[in-house]
């Protein structure tokens, strides 16, 4: 069974940082594009940053170009997230979502990510 | 980037009666490996979303066949049967044809009348 497992969420002051992680199980993670989708409370979803398999290529979406930076570890099967310069619009759940070729086909339970005074 | 507009926002719904999610983008979604990288994804409330359709029409495992996607180009569909109970969440449609980045419609919430 395929587990996606996010930690490392919580509260942050506006300009500090924080890194998500997610464990992944149940399939063969190296074989796998991952991406990190983010969703703000009560809005909808957004892609923030995906990575290869390998590490080689890493994407973002715009507005977290610079500060966050997508990582992998495939002997420990995992995904990280290391945001930085956090602002409170990057308040959201954010979810880590294996990527097969058509994009998408599992989630994790989420980590909140709150970014307030 | 692609932007993916949904229709409509809010879609109230008698059990037992179908319904009907529209979905078109700016851009048309066929990619030149033959395929159409359009997807749709249900969050039911409190929960993770979970991928219904990929590839315009075709439905996950474990999906309902009551559940079905169609469309070309620009504009698709998505189309439950015979709404049920747990059938109640926001309904997404993705692109994911012109990425970066991959984008997301607005979401149509879906509710018993």
């Known amino acids: 069974e395929v587990q996606l497992v996010e930690s490392g969420g919580g509260l942050v002051q506006p300009g500090g940082s924080l890194r998500l992680s997610c464990a992944a199980s149940g399939f063969t993670f190296s074989n796998y594009w991952m991406s990190w989708v983010r969703q703000a409370p009560g809005k909808g979803l957004e892609w923030v940053a995906n990575i290869k398999q390998d590490g080689s290529e890493k994407y973002y979406v715009d507005s977290v170009k610079g500060r966050f930076t997508i990582s992998r570890d495939n002997a420990k099967n995992s995904l990280y997230l290391q945001m930085n310069s956090l602002r409170a619009e990057d308040t959201a759940v954010y979810y880590c979502v294996r990527d097969d070729d058509s994009f998408f086909d599992y989630w994790g339970q989420g980590t909140l990510v709150t970014v307030s005074s | 980037d692609v932007v993916m507009t949904q229709s409509p926002l809010s879609l109230p719904v008698t059990l037992g009666q179908p319904a009907s999610i529209s979905c078109r983008s700016s851009q048309s979604l066929a990619y030149r490996d033959g395929n159409t990288y359009l997807n749709w994804f249900q969050q039911r409330p409190g929960q993770s979303p979970r991928r219904l359709i990929y590839k315009v029409s075709n439905r996950d495992s474990g999906v309902p066949d009551r559940f079905s996607g169609s469309g070309s180009g620009t504009d698709f569909t998505l189309k439950i049967s015979r709404v049920e109970a747990e059938d109640v969440g926001v309904y997404y449609c993705?692109?994911?044809?012109?990425?970066?980045?991959?984008?997301f419609g607005q979401g149509t919430k879906v509710e018993i009348k």
């Open positions: 993705m692109q994911g044809t012109h990425w970066p980045p991959v984008t």
